[in-house]
């Protein structure tokens, strides 16, 4: 998606080897235009699926999933990172690794929201190893939902994530890649 290339190659930074910032239109600022082009770009993408919820991981899928949600008007769901009181009764839960704080979560989501009767796009900001993406799926898995696939806004095509999910037949669909 060519808008969004033009604002990495803008307002991205890279920091060390393998992290991209984009913290003024992504993940810490956000631009609701932007982020609504790509949500429309992922509804075009996914439009004949029968998608029924958005699927993502607190803290920074939300803002892109809310905005992908509103074209495929459906709910979103997105995965907490701990238990809290305020989740009452049966939850599914996966561990993930996170690629940007280096520790492994529990990852929950409420047995309430999620079953055999969705189809499931699940919605990120980045695409690194794919542990985000294979714990999100565990959990569609583990509810007996159906997995239509995956979007990401942007795809970090030197690790090795993406090529490991396609490899498996899962369908994931980037807005750009790096
Ligand atoms: P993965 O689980 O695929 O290794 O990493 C994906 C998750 O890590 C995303 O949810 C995203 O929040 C974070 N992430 C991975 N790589 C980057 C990066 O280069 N920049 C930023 N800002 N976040 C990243």
């Known amino acids: 998606m060519e808008l969004l290339k033009q604002r ?3 307002d991205g930074t ?4 393998d992290v991209l910032k984009v913290d003024s239109f992504l993940n810490h600022q956000i631009d609701v235009a932007l982020l609504g082009e790509i949500g429309k770009e992922f ?3 996914f439009a004949d699926c029968g998608v029924n919820k958005i699927l993502t991981i ?3 899928g939300i803002g892109i999933a809310c905005i992908t949600a509103q074209s495929f008007h459906c709910p979103v769901l997105f995965a907490k990172k701990s238990q809290t009181k305020n989740i009452a ?7 993930v690794e996170s690629f940007t704080h280096g520790k492994v979560y ?3 989501v409420s047995k ?3 079953g055999p009767d969705d189809t499931v796009l699940i919605i990120d900001d980045f695409l690194a190893n794919g542990a985000a993406l294979e714990g999100l799926i565990d959990l569609v898995n583990q509810a007996g939902a159906r997995l239509a696939g995956a979007g990401v806004a942007i795809e970090k095509a030197f690790q090795p994530g993406g090529d490991r999910l396609r490899a498996k037949g899962i369908r994931v669909d980037r807005k750009s890649v790096v």
């Open 89 to 95: 009764g049966e939850v599914y839960t996966t561990k």
């Open 112 to 114: 309430k929201f999620l």
């Open 58 to 60: 607190e803290a920074s």
């Open 106 to 108: 529990d990852v929950i």
């Open 8 to 10: 990495i190659r803008q």
């Open 43 to 45: 509804r075009r993408r």
């Open 14 to 17: 890279v920091k060390g080897n």
